[in-house]
């Protein structure tokens, strides 16, 4: 590597070193000095009387209706709302986000008029949401809600992208690591980069102008936001070597201190394929936000990058053992890079340099940072890391010389509000409101007795101010957050969504294996010719088929509607039979001229077109019969579900006529939608409504179920247009391509590619919301609808 460029990095790196020394100097004199107690005494004295309230009869009526806790968000802030708190609880946390993430002086005008119009706009987005269904009401942002908002703005595109992108990283997460904190940081920068994009919007933009923006700025944040997973997080696991991590970390120090992505080198091992692809999409990452970068923003960026990455690193490699860190050794790195890890969006978006922003987030940032080490204190001794409380907690005994961290952390607190902040009274409220908040968070998950230890220990300098504190800490009220709830939400939602996709597949794999196991028709004992009719059908029946419309039927039918397992076995038969007819008949020469259908070559390949033809009819009349053998279940009914049954064979038909009429032709999208949920749609409907008309649902609920069924097919169909351009054929197991060979309109050929991604994910929200309508368990269902739009075969 060039000497000259490393010496300019580390040039820099001193010079910011040297600040963050000042600094720190200023916080260690007030700490040794206890300045910060008596000024903080008379500020919570003051601050205490909006947070402790004697009103016993409006403490009667609150507790009739009852506080609920933050685990349904939508439950709490319904509570919030009913009870006039809703909107202190919005103000304090958006001009917290106001002060943390964007820079801003809250005594400013224009940050004040800024932030009442986001708490309008996200007050009015909480209580006037129409999605207070089981789907969405302990969901903050689900799929569907999301795709909305994106589609407002015309980012859908960029939405669908970034989307997959996060299940990609959520998939390539190894052991050892998680995935549902990698996803959740993502979101969160992704979060913070779009703030800072929109706050440097101007008014005037045009609708064009404001998309085109947003759309840079999501990219951007997933591009920056990749460094918490794939870099600091990768690099604190033990996932990696000691050398694998010197090899990687030195990977990263060359990129940012020449400005390009070197070569991977050589990698073996079990995390080969790990690192080529964490390499793969940090290097794309790294060359977006490169070209996106103007000339005279480019090296700031790189600058502040350095500083990021290089004080992580020295902290990163203290060792817990080693007794002898100096104060300065321990807090500077992390003035650092907690202020430089926010200092760096707005030079990764190339925003003009903003000496108010620069002062104030350098400044605030060590404060998040001691009050996140105080919250995982535990987790970061159990693992040997080094922070300012593990250290303090291991050797304090032992070193009298060392600053308490606790100590600091409420001297950051005094000075913030009236050295940077100018004793600013709305600065002083929010900024105390979130200490007490944290250390609320900290007992509640704690428990009192092993709070009770922690803060013996940390307050022991200070005992009269502790008690003041404490005081706090058990009495004090409103000092909640929504940025709290919401992350505790994401959290909890990405969890049940992996629970509930684990389960949604271990359903998928049990049903399908107890169906493969009831579809071979067996031979009739007095046949002494060969059967090649029935040697047919079961050849058909034996292909890897997903199954996915029996499954349906068993699913909503054993465990929506509680129906006899036993009971519903020919309605399972009589579906995979007449799927199994309709492949055989669309791979005839005569129709699509298929060689190959689920892994395996078509019937007519392996017979011939008469066999395939009869096989077809034969399976056909099977599946009436089986419908005729549901015993369990009175005639009117079953003859009803055969009547409604035979009325859809005639408009799949109809629908395959249509398919076979417009080879050559350009459909238009109405009849393309029409013709693929006749083809399509119709069976998917069938798979709802059959237990549905056995269990005498009513009319409400097979409407609702025949709505999603209707878009659930249509996205089925524009997922599979989609593969046959761009997926795995081996996957797939028939040949890509063969929309275009037998020149037939698609989504498609009709919309391009990236206008048929759209459309599926338009029936994707269209059939989710159908789903609220639908008066029981839709879990299944939705992760259905996931994995019609996500699967690769």
């Not at 690591?177 to 706050?199: N, P, S, W, Y």
């Not at 790195?333 to 340099?353: E, T």
């Not at 428990?447 to 022991?460: A, D, R």
Request: with cysteine; aromatic share 10%.
């Amino acid at each position: 590597m060039n000497k000259e460029l490393i010496k300019n990095a580390d040039a820099c790196y001193q010079l910011a070193e040297e600040k963050a020394a000042q600094y720190f100097k200023s916080l260690y004199e007030q700490v040794s000095q206890k300045t910060y107690v008596s000024t903080l005494t008379k500020d919570i004295q003051s601050w205490k009387h909006n947070h402790i309230h004697h009103h016993p009869l409006l403490s009667f009526f609150l507790r009739r209706k009852g506080k609920p806790d933050h685990q349904g968000y939508h439950n709490y802030i319904q509570w919030l709302d009913y009870t006039g708190k809703l909107d202190n609880y919005l103000d304090r946390s958006i001009s917290y986000i106001f002060m943390r993430d964007l820079g801003k002086a809250l005594n400013s005008p224009d940050t004040q008029t800024r932030v009442r119009r986001a708490v309008d706009s996200l007050k009015n987005y909480l209580t006037n949401s129409t999605a207070t269904d089981r789907e969405d009401k302990n969901e903050m942002f689900s799929m569907t809600r999301m795709y909305r908002i994106a589609q407002k703005e015309g980012v859908e595109s960029t939405m669908i992208w970034v989307v997959n992108k996060l299940k990609n990283v959520a998939a390539n997460i190894p052991k050892g690591m998680d995935a549902e904190q990698a996803q959740r940081k993502l979101i969160k920068i992704i979060a913070g980069v779009l703030m800072h994009t929109v706050e440097e919007m101007d008014d005037k933009l045009s609708p064009a102008e404001r998309t085109q923006k947003l759309n840079k700025a999501i990219r951007l944040g997933y591009a920056y936001g990749l460094t918490y997973p794939f870099i600091d997080d990768l690099l604190d696991a033990n996932v990696l070597s000691d050398k694998e991590k010197k090899q990687y970390s030195d990977l990263i120090r060359t990129t940012l201190i020449t400005g390009s992505v070197p070569k991977l080198g050589e990698w073996s091992g079990k995390t080969k394929d790990l690192i080529r692809y964490i390499h793969s999409e940090l290097r794309d990452a790294f060359e977006y936000i490169k070209t996106q970068q103007r000339q005279e923003t480019r090296k700031n960026f790189f600058e502040q990058a350095y500083v990021f990455f290089n004080s992580q690193e020295v902290d990163r490699v203290k060792d817990l053992s080693n007794a002898n860190y100096t104060n300065e050794e321990l807090y500077i790195p992390i003035i650092l890079k907690s202020s430089s890890s926010r200092l760096i969006v707005r030079s990764v978006i190339s925003a003009p340099k903003d000496e108010d922003f620069d002062s104030l987030t350098f400044f605030y940032g060590i404060y998040n940072q001691l009050a996140d080490d105080f919250a995982d204190m535990f987790d970061d001794m159990e693992e040997g890391a080094v922070t300012p409380y593990t250290y303090y907690l291991k050797y304090h005994d032992r070193r009298p010389d060392l600053i308490n961290p606790f100590e600091l952390y409420w001297s950051v607190i005094s000075n913030l509000i009236h050295n940077v902040y100018h004793s600013d009274s709305k600065t002083c409220e929010v900024i105390l409101d979130r200490a007490i908040n944290g250390l609320k968070r900290f007992k509640a998950r704690m428990g009192t007795k092993k709070y009770n230890e922690v803060m013996e220990l940390f307050s022991s300098g200070n005992p009269k101010f502790n008690r003041i504190i404490q005081i706090m800490v058990r009495k004090a009220d409103d000092v909640d957050f929504f940025d709290k709830l919401l992350r505790d939400q994401i959290i909890t939602n990405l969890k049940n969504e992996k629970k509930e996709q684990e389960d949604f597949l271990d359903t998928i794999e049990i049903v399908r294996n107890q169906i493969n196991n009831i579809l071979k028709i067996p031979k009739l004992e007095d046949v002494s010719m060969e059967d090649p009719i029935i040697d047919a059908a079961n050849y058909s029946l034996k292909g890897n088929g997903k199954r996915l419309r029996p499954i349906m039927t068993w699913v909503m039918g054993v465990n929506g509607y509680g129906l006899n397992s036993s009971a519903v076995v020919p309605l399972l038969r009589s579906l995979e039979y007449m799927h199994t007819a309709s492949l055989i008949f669309d791979d005839l020469p005569s129709q699509d001229n298929a060689s190959t259908r689920r892994g395996r070559p078509t019937l007519h390949h392996v017979y011939n077109i008469a066999i395939a033809e009869l096989t077809g009819l034969f399976l056909s009349q099977k599946a009436i019969e089986q419908q005729a053998s549901l015993d369990q279940f009175d005639s009117k009914t079953v003859l009803k579900l055969i009547q409604y049954s035979a009325q859809l064979t005639e408009i799949m038909c109809k629908g395959q006529a249509m398919d076979l009429d417009s080879k050559g032709k350009q459909l238009t999208l109405e009849q393309l939608n029409r013709m693929c949920f006749y083809k399509t749609g119709v069976a998917f409907e069938a798979s709802l409504i059959m237990p549905a008309i056995l269990a005498h649902a009513k009319e409400f609920e097979m409407k609702a179920l025949k709505k999603f069924a209707h878009h659930a097919g249509i996205a089925f169909q524009i997922k599979d247009d989609l593969l046959d351009v761009e997926g795995d054929q081996i996957l797939l197991g028939k040949p890509i391509g063969k929309d275009a060979e037998n020149n037939n309109s698609t989504f498609v050929s009709i919309l391009g590619k990236e206008g048929a991604r759209k459309e599926m994910w338009e029936h994707y929200c269209l059939a989710m919301e159908t789903l609220q309508d639908v008066p029981r368990n839709t879990t299944f269902l939705k992760h259905l609808l996931n994995y019609i739009v996500n699967r690769d075969h």
